[in-house]
């Protein structure tokens, strides 16, 4: 279709389309979302919705499908899953005071890892958004950053290999975090573009060289930390990490970008001695999050993995943290044995573990509550979730007080009751109330005075109006008179043919029906007007009170981080003492030494595969002298 053939509303989409060619438009045209051309037509088939078209009498009419507005989180989930970027373009301003066509921005870009919505999300499992930077280097030969941001809990963290062995680390690396999306410079050198082909899982995007530049990173990452240099971050001389960071920072910033970024509070550098680097073959063959073989489930279970097995957690936090462990396994025996203090104490405190473990359930995932707070995205249904969680934590604390190892009492020194944020939303936020700001009654009466007054108003006019029907009945003696409401025609009088010859001659016809006609008067009018008034600007001062409180909370969610880490942390300790006691696990001795001695070992998976057999306990010594092979055989497989 020409330029001069279409309206002002497809040349804004079309400008608005070209800088997101990649992605399905979501263009906001009153309470639809519309899509238009081959957005339109891709859409329609993979939401199974109805196809149209726009200017159907012309000769070019432009296909269109449209969802609306207030449902549209299932329709963008349905993409995603289908391997489609979504750009959610809004109005941006009032069009009843927009001069001309409405001004609209795309206000974010949906892709696999810059996602926080609980919707979206796997509640036990990570979300990364990965980046890797090659640079030469002269006495290493290779320098591989990589930079990794957990978009929905702000946890940031960078790496660096280098060396011969720097291709496999890498992606030795992105096979244990499992990105959802990886992101890498467009001028990657052959080799790198060849092995950068082996990463299968996470959508690759390709992004300019000049986003993985280090002094452009530089910039990026001491304005967003508000600092003067990289010192400050204390991450200096990793300058492919460094770019890696800056071009992910870069990249999530472009598909948020009417938010604050405020809950990613700090960058740390991730060293390589820290844990053992397991490979993805190794991971794979170790079941450790997945079964090699659909067989190996249960009908209770279902697939049976070390994860499976080990998995007591009752939080959404702590599962997510267990995983972790699990592909990065303690190389220094002193934070081994401070972890197997801490689960065999509470091991051995039954009631304590029990207590604790209940108290936890009621905990929400408040890492992701935080960060949604934060960018202004909680609704009131999640503070309520928050207060929830904050009235769990006095009994935590009461369980917490009386264990004894060390790994638990230093974590303690840091606890927050965070009574005073359970008190705001506690006076603020009735315990009814909905999803959406949209449908109000959210506010606590006596938090607002202004709130109480207007809602004081809607309720009164209201009552004038249930008692107007009863007067008008009374007046014409029609007892079937109705007084009704709806968003169309908003308040009216409803009253059947047979009773037509009994109206007043102030009744004013609105509408006519089949069975009833509707009518309105004078003074009905005056109290709709009263109503209707009250109830637009309680709406308004509703949503504008509830939007204050938000910021006021988002200002203290660096607690709820902190207190986010301390939960998961014990959860994953109580879980895992659980999960000792019931299968009845030992307490390992730990040392540096080389030798591995095993009495009577079970292999956790294969024990619970053993649905009708006993399984039979392993004697096992390994060492780095003499014994550091053996060829095992037999049933169990272990």
Not at 68 to 73: L, Q
Not at 108 to 121: K, N
Not at 561 to 581: F, I, Q
Not at 599 to 609: A, F, N
Request: hydrophobic fraction near 40%; aromatic fraction near 6%.
């Amino acid at each position: 279709m020409s330029e001069t053939a279409l309206s002002p509303l497809m040349r804004q989409f079309r400008d608005i389309k070209q800088g997101y060619p990649d992605a399905i438009l979501f263009f906001r045209v009153g309470d639809f979302y519309e899509m238009f051309y081959e957005d339109a037509l891709e859409a329609s088939r993979i939401l199974s919705i109805a196809l149209t078209s726009r200017d159907k009498n012309s000769a070019q009419p432009i296909p269109l499908c449209g969802v609306p507005y207030h449902s549209a989180t299932g329709y963008i989930a349905k993409l995603l899953s289908a391997g489609r970027l979504v750009a959610l373009c809004e109005q941006v301003e009032d069009p009843k005071s927009a001069k001309g066509l409405v001004r609209r921005e795309v206000v974010r870009l949906y892709t696999p890892g810059t996602l926080v919505d609980t919707e979206f999300l796997i509640p036990g499992e990570l979300n990364y958004l990965a980046a890797i930077a090659v640079h030469p280097d002269a006495d290493f030969g290779m320098r591989i950053g990589l930079a990794n941001l957990e978009v929905s809990t702000g946890e940031f963290w960078l790496t660096e290999f280098r060396g011969s062995d720097a291709v496999s680390r890498a992606l030795n690396e992105l096979s244990r975090l499992e990105p959802r999306e990886l992101i890498f410079p467009t001028d990657l050198d052959g080799q790198s573009a060849r092995w950068l082909k082996q990463i299968t899982g996470p959508r690759l995007c390709a992004r300019p060289a000049a986003a993985f530049e280090l002094q452009r990173a530089t910039q990026i990452l001491t304005g967003h930390f508000r600092c003067n240099s990289l010192e400050s971050l204390g991450c200096p001389g990793l300058p492919a990490a460094l770019g890696a960071a800056g071009a992910v920072l870069d990249y999530f910033r472009e598909t948020q970008p009417t938010v604050p970024l405020d809950h990613i509070r700090r960058l740390s550098v991730r060293g390589n001695d820290e844990v053992m680097h397991l490979d993805a073959t190794t991971i794979r063959n170790l079941e450790l999050l997945k079964p090699l073989s659909a067989k190996e489930q249960t009908a209770a279970t279902g697939p049976l993995t070390l994860l499976s097995v080990l998995d007591h957690t009752v939080t959404a936090m702590g599962c997510r943290l267990l995983r972790q462990w699990l592909v990065m396994p303690l190389l220094h025996c002193e934070r081994i044995q401070a972890r197997l203090d801490t689960v065999e104490e509470l091991k051995e405190s039954l009631f304590v573990r029990t207590a604790l473990r209940r108290a936890l359930r009621e905990v929400q995932d408040i890492a992701r509550l935080g960060t949604r707070i934060t960018l202004g995205l909680a609704n009131p249904r999640e503070l309520l979730a928050l207060k929830q969680s904050l009235a769990a934590l006095p009994e935590i604390s009461a369980q917490l007080t009386s264990l004894h190892s060390r790994l638990l009492a230093e974590s303690f020194e840091t606890w927050d009751q965070a009574e005073d944020l359970y008190d705001l939303i506690q006076r603020s936020i009735r315990p009814d109330a909905p999803h959406s700001l949209r449908d109000g009654n959210i506010i606590q009466e006596g938090y607002a005075p202004e709130i109480d007054e207007l809602r004081k108003a809607s309720k009164e006019g209201k009552e004038w109006i249930a008692a107007l029907e009863s007067r008008e009945r009374e007046r014409t003696g029609i007892e079937s008179l109705k007084v009704r409401y709806n968003q169309v025609f908003g308040y009216y009088i409803e009253i059947t043919k047979a009773n037509l010859n009994r109206v007043p001659p102030d009744y004013l016809r609105k509408q006519t029906l089949v069975n009833a006609e509707r009518f309105t008067t004078a003074e009905l009018q005056e109290l709709e007007r009263r109503v209707i008034g009250a109830d637009v600007k309680l709406l308004a001062s509703e949503q504008e009170a509830f939007t204050t409180l938000r910021s006021r909370l988002a200002a203290e969610t660096h607690r709820l981080d902190r207190m986010a880490t301390l939960l998961a942390l014990v959860d994953v300790l109580a879980g895992l003492a659980e999960a000792a006691a019931l299968y009845r696990y030992s307490k390992p001795t730990v040392s540096d030494g080389g030798a591995l001695t095993v009495r009577e070992g079970r292999h956790p998976v294969v024990e619970r595969l053993c649905h009708d057999t006993v399984f039979v306990p392993n004697d096992t010594q390994l060492d780095l002298g003499t014994d550091r092979l053996h060829i095992i055989t037999g049933p169990n497989m272990a």
